[in-house]
């Protein structure tokens, strides 16, 4: 049995090194390309584009895929509108693994919004110091805020446009709580801007913006597309493709 893994993600990772030890499954994950050095999961992996959904679509077909996983990023929504109409197109199962997402606590000063253009906006009326960590895509949103000094963090170097005063951190999670409680010390961050990414890599900058006091501007998840299952984690992703849809079992 032949199953896609489209990948970029922790847990898309853990995904292919629980799959790879089943009898009987041959697992290809698939990654973007944006990462310079990504890190692999096993089995075969493959990566770049597939040429929209139409060429997701070609290659379902051409390698003969059984089982279709997405298991991209919660805010990667093109791959994945592109995932639920290559499967429609092709009938092969699919089901969109997403990690839950963060929930406010006591403590909180958390404020949603529905995109990065949105989050620029709200920044203003927030803080001067603002720690970025939304990631190098996207950057541009933030370019005209010229009143606003920018920490921001991300794994590979950002391209402009990008905001005129900011210092980039070239890191790679996980992050630890003492650590981010430095960085927010360290620079006098005032404001952080985050998605709703989950996860525990990256939320213990979560905790300390909470115990610093400092207001949290929180980017909302797009919609999965309409009508595909949604496994939370990679176990239960393995029981979907295993036990409730016998599909290794043919
Ligand atoms: P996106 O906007 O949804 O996708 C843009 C294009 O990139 C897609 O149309 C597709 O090209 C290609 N692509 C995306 N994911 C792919 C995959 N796993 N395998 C092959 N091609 C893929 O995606 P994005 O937000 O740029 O994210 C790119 C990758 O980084 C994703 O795999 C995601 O899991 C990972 N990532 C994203 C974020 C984030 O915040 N967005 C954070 C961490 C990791 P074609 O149309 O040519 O097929």
């Avoid at 963090?153 to 905001?163: E, I, K, L």
């Amino acid at each position: 049995m032949h199953i896609l893994v489209l990948g970029g993600t922790t847990e898309a990772r853990r995904l292919a090194e629980l799959l790879v030890d089943i009898p009987g499954a041959r697992v290809t994950s698939s990654l973007a390309g944006r990462v310079a050095s990504p890190r692999l999961p096993p089995g075969e992996v493959r990566v770049g584009g597939f040429g929209g959904a139409d060429g997701l679509a070609v290659w379902l077909r051409t390698h003969q895929v059984d089982a279709l996983i997405d298991a991209t990023h919660p805010f990667a929504e093109t791959i994945s509108f592109n995932a639920a109409a290559a499967a429609a197109e092709t009938h092969v199962p699919l089901l969109a693994l997403r990690r839950p997402g963060w929930a406010a606590g006591e403590g909180d000063r958390w404020h949603p919004v529905g995109s990065l253009a949105e989050a620029a906006r709200a920044l203003p009326a927030l803080g001067e110091r603002v720690f970025l960590t939304t990631g190098r895509m996207g950057l541009a949103a933030f370019a005209g805020l010229d009143a606003q000094w920018f920490l921001m963090r991300s794994v590979d170097a950002p391209d402009a446009p990008h905001p005129a005063r900011m210092e980039v951190l070239l890191e790679r999670g996980p992050f630890t709580l003492d650590g981010e409680r430095e960085l927010i010390r360290r620079h006098r961050i005032e404001v952080l801007v985050t998605k709703d990414s989950g996860g525990a890599a990256t939320a213990p900058k979560l905790t300390a913006a909470r115990e610093a006091g400092i207001p949290v501007v929180v980017v909302r998840r797009p919609p999965v597309p309409g009508g595909v299952p949604v496994a939370g984690t990679p176990e239960a992703a393995v029981t979907w493709l295993t036990g409730g849809h016998d599909r290794l079992k043919r």
